[in-house]
T-cell receptor
Framework: GESVGLHLPTLSVQEGDNSIINCAYS??????FIWYKQESGKGPQFIID?????DKRQGQRVTVLLNKTVKHLSLQIAATQPGDSAVYFC????????????FGQGTTLQVKP | GAGVSQSPSNKVTEKGKDVELRCDPI?????LYWYRQSLGQGLEFLIY????????KSGLPSDRFSAERTGGSVSTLTIQRTQQEDSAVYLC????????????FGPGTRLTVT
């Protein structure tokens, strides 16, 4: 069935280092991918998205890379800060064009001061 | 401006009771989504509303779950005869237009069924 999964459940990095969070997806029909950040006790917050006609997209301190050949998505965070500590989810649209998303299980990012 | 709000923030109920969870989307957002998040898990899609169209109920896990959206704004998710496996955080999100994946989430309602 459709699934979006993450390689590592927890990632611990030193403040100031770069973070890379990985995600694998299985639905080749997906043409839209999105990263959300969820802080404790809050709902997920949009970070960055990418469409399947792109390989890379950059935002402020974040970069998303898409490798359609191996169905792999990654989120890179530059100069990780304590405020980046959260759970990060990748999501894909599967076969839907209505806005319905399929979420992965999430990776916890811990930033050590 | 005001974001998506949900109430109550926490709900503890006994097994077998009915519960209602409320979502107030961002004003002007036409699409509204309900998701369920079990402990340590990702989000599971439940139901989607778009304007006056028939809702997409494909994610509802059983007929004990239902939702409605009145006047194209406020939505209520109802769980009848709650069971312990219904314990989770129920998240509501809204987006400006149909097909937009940039969804704005509320803080969620944590439901605990004892």
């Amino acid at each position: 069935g459709e699934s979006v999964g993450l390689h590592l459940p927890t990632l611990s990095v030193q403040e100031g280092d770069n973070s890379i969070i990985n995600c694998a997806y299985s639905n080749s029909a997906s043409d839209y991918f999105i990263w959300y950040k969820q802080e404790s006790g809050k709902g997920p917050q949009f970070i960055i998205d990418i469409r399947s006609n792109m390989d890379k997209r950059q935002g402020q301190r974040v970069t998303v890379l898409l490798n359609k050949t191996v169905k792999h998505l990654s989120l890179q965070i530059a100069a990780t800060q304590p405020g980046d500590s959260a759970v990060y989810f990748c999501a894909e649209n599967g076969s839907s064009n209505t806005g319905k998303l399929i979420f992965g299980q999430g990776t916890t990012l811990q930033v050590k001061p | 401006g005001a974001g998506v709000s949900q109430s109550p923030s926490n709900k503890v109920t006994e097994k077998g009771k009915d519960v209602e969870l409320r979502c107030d989307p961002i004003s002007g957002h036409t699409a509204l989504y309900w998701y369920r998040q079990s402990l340590g898990q990702g989000l599971e899609f439940l139901i989607y509303f778009q304007g006056n169209s028939a809702p997409d109920k494909s994610g509802l896990p059983s007929d004990r779950f239902s939702a409605e959206r009145t006047g194209g704004s406020v939505s209520t998710l109802t769980i009848q005869r709650t069971q312990q496996e219904d314990s989770a955080v129920y998240l509501c999100a809204s987006s400006l237009v149909q097909g937009s994946y940039e969804q704005y989430f509320g803080p969620g309602t944590r439901l605990t069924v004892t």
